[in-house]
């Protein structure tokens, strides 16, 4: 008779959340937008910023304001291991990656997303599964090149930019997200959302729209611990309320301008915490995990601290000095710049909606922002959980749209409007995956009307 204490049972491996045919996806929009963006690189430095960012990545140092730590010490990795061609090639190379993983992160997310999304219709059941993969990846290939071929972030892919990379960043956070969502006991990929935040938050203070709509989108997922990040936010938001105008390095950030913003922003997120504090019915609990995500969000953003290690070599691009104080804080707070305008009256806001959707419409397309409303139209046909994600995709793509919209203060003059485009991409990123569910859900509908007037029946 067999031993029971020798006896073993069988270890049954988690099914991981993205699926071979996910990564598949990804792996078809990362190589073709990667491609492209080869193609058509800029063969040396060209005429905006990117001659002290090819300096800043040879030689690790301080480039403009806000000096862009995580992005120096990525391109000073290719600087190194690319051993052919100048450095401004290598640093394109390095922002023609970056904005490829981009594409195929959204891939990944349309591709998995989309067909969770399907899953309550009758639909996929007249399909084989090789018709539902061949969807999907096509899909999920198809949003994720769009996005890559948008104007707003093509025009940034192939010149040593730094915007691209923080793009890059925030679809990495967005798919932690997401996989944290569907998953919740796995709350390791949302601990990683927050230390991504931080370093998108010290490597460009241009996302800071993302900071406040992210937490928004943890609510909706878990609105217990969305309480308690908020409630550590609204205290955040009072405290600089309270020192607008008394911080001296950061008078381009907080002043009388920006008073109106800050208040809005401070009763808004107050008034979130009002309504799930009342939903929930209970303050004690999540708070753990709340703490967790706030150190690790800070944490990310101690990444500023590289700046004065970098400033103590000495570097050609030494921007501000950052090893003093007084050139840190210069650095950090993006001294030589304007801080955001407020908004003067409801019509000039509703002005500037009008240039973003000319934006959007012109660089990212009209099909594209049509197949991102389809997931609207049916949300009350989607799985609660898919569309618990989908509503809050659409939370933070209007907050950072709305913010940046302000901050950037866009108008239909020229100069104005080419400038600050390309800082409206990752507003478009979200409407790709939103376009990418749509495509896959109306791909699987024809193809299951097709199959139906066939009379194809695929058997259970």
């Known amino acids: 008779m067999m031993d029971e204490s020798k006896s073993c049972a069988r270890i049954v491996k988690p099914v991981p959340f993205f699926q071979r ?4 996806s990804f792996g078809l929009a990362s190589l073709l937008s990667f ?48 051993p052919f061609s100048n450095i401004a090639w290598r640093v394109a190379v390095a922002t023609a990656m970056a904005s490829a993983f981009a594409c195929g992160l959204i891939a990944l997310m349309a ?57 890059f960043l925030f679809a990495l956070l967005l ?9 919740p006991s796995r709350k390791r990929y949302l601990y990683w959302a927050a230390l991504v935040q931080g370093l998108i938050l010290a490597d460009s203070q241009a996302l800071l729209p993302t900071a406040l709509a992210v937490p928004f989108f943890v609510a909706i997922g878990n609105p217990q611990l969305g309480r308690n990040i908020l409630f550590l936010i609204g205290i955040f938001f009072c405290a600089v309320l309270a020192l607008n105008g008394r911080l001296h390095w950061f008078d381009s950030w907080l002043n009388d301008s920006t008073r109106p913003v800050e208040f809005a922003a401070t009763i808004l997120v107050v008034l979130v915490w009002l309504s799930l504090l009342v939903f929930t019915r209970e303050f004690l609990s999540e708070w753990s995990p709340a703490f967790v995500c706030v150190a690790l969000f800070w944490a990310g953003i ?52 009008a240039v973003y959707g000319k934006i959007a419409a012109e660089q990212f397309g009209v099909f594209y922002l049509a197949a991102a409303t389809v997931p609207l139209f049916l949300l009350h046909k989607i799985l609660s959980l898919v569309r618990r994600w989908c509503l809050g995709l659409i939370v933070v793509w209007f907050l ?50 097709q199959s139906d007037k066939n009379g194809v029946v695929i058997p259970p």
């Open 111 to 167: 591709s998995r997303t989309g067909a969770m999304a399907v899953e309550n219709f009758e639909g996929p059941n007249r399909l084989s599964v090789k018709e539902q993969n061949a969807i999907r990846m096509i899909c999920g290939s198809v949003a994720g090149v769009g996005f890559g071929l948008d104007g707003c972030f093509w025009s940034r892919a192939v010149v040593p930019d730094q915007w691209n990379f923080n793009v």
């Open 21 to 24: 045919v996910d990564w598949m």
């Open 175 to 183: 798919c932690l997200l997401t996989q944290w969502l569907f998953e």
């Open 302 to 353: 101690a990444a500023c601290l590289l700046l004065p290690i970098f400033s103590m070599t000495d570097p050609p691009v030494n921007w501000g000095y950052s090893r003093t104080v007084r050139g840190f804080f210069h650095v950090i707070g993006r001294g030589q710049y304007g801080g955001p305008d407020d908004v003067q009256n409801m019509k000039r806001l509703l002005a500037q909606w």
């Open 400 to 449: 950072i749209s709305l913010l940046m919209s302000i901050g950037l203060d866009i108008s239909w003059d020229k100069s104005t409007y080419e400038l600050n485009e390309k800082f409206l991409s990752p507003t478009h990123l979200v409407l790709a995956i939103l376009a990418g569910n749509g495509m896959v859900l109306f791909a699987t509908y024809y193809a299951a009307r």
């Open 35 to 82: 491609a492209v963006y080869i193609f058509t690189l800029t063969p040396d430095a060209d005429l905006e910023f990117s001659g002290i960012f090819a300096t800043s990545a040879m030689h690790l140092g301080v480039s403009n304001p806000p000096a862009y730590p995580i992005w120096t010490l990525y391109t000073w990795l290719f600087v190194r291991l690319l």
